[in-house]
């Protein structure tokens, strides 16, 4: 909506966004938008995403929690577009959510690496990223006893992305992060959270 020129009607993704300024590049009409960071929450599989979202949610925060997952299984994307088509998805919902003044934390696990390639990025001015993330034993435990996981190659591979997380700062284009949450409550690590999109609102 916010990316729909009332003027002249045109509703291409060809907008020209300044700071809080679009503007229209078919008829030249502009307008003012609130501009906020979109905030990512990811990690693994098993880190403790999900429980930590839906405890930030019980805390009744001044921002929106959303699990990018809520268009996975529908979307089942498979090719590289069809990702940064549910990444557009996501973005093009947070930049009108944000109209209320609100911004958005996402869950969410993979594709970071394309989350700065699509349309709607322009619509931010940031997008700020948190990884969560715990000891290897930790994970395995949450894994197999949390979450019920028997299989060996599901598990290793979160192991493994865990591991990135640990060594590196970045997903392609995407900095982010870390937290450890080894030995942390769930409220802990959920006030961690909401004082950092606080500190980068």
Known sequence: MIGICIKCGNYNWDKIV????????KCGHTWEMVSLPLFILTGCSGV?????????????VDFVV????????????QTE???????????QISMNIMQSG??????????LDKVH??????FFPDIKCL??????????????????????NWIQSSVDYNEYFKTHDRHGDTVFETFDISGKRVEDVADYVIAWVKKNC
């Open 48 to 60: 403790g995403k999900t429980t930590t979202a839906q405890m930030i949610q019980q805390k009744k």
């Open 66 to 77: 959303l699990d990018a997952d809520i268009f996975y299984c529908r979307l089942n994307p």
């Open 81 to 91: 577009e069809d990702h940064k088509d549910w990444l557009e998805l996501i973005e």
């Open 117 to 122: 390639q699509v349309y709607c990025r322009r």
């Open 131 to 152: 990884a969560l993330t715990c000891e290897e034993e930790l994970l395995r435990k949450r894994m197999k006893e949390g979450r019920r996981i028997t299989d060996e």
């Open 102 to 111: 609100r911004p958005v934390l996402w869950t969410m696990a993979g594709n």
């Open 18 to 25: 300044e700071g809080t300024t679009v503007k229209c590049p």
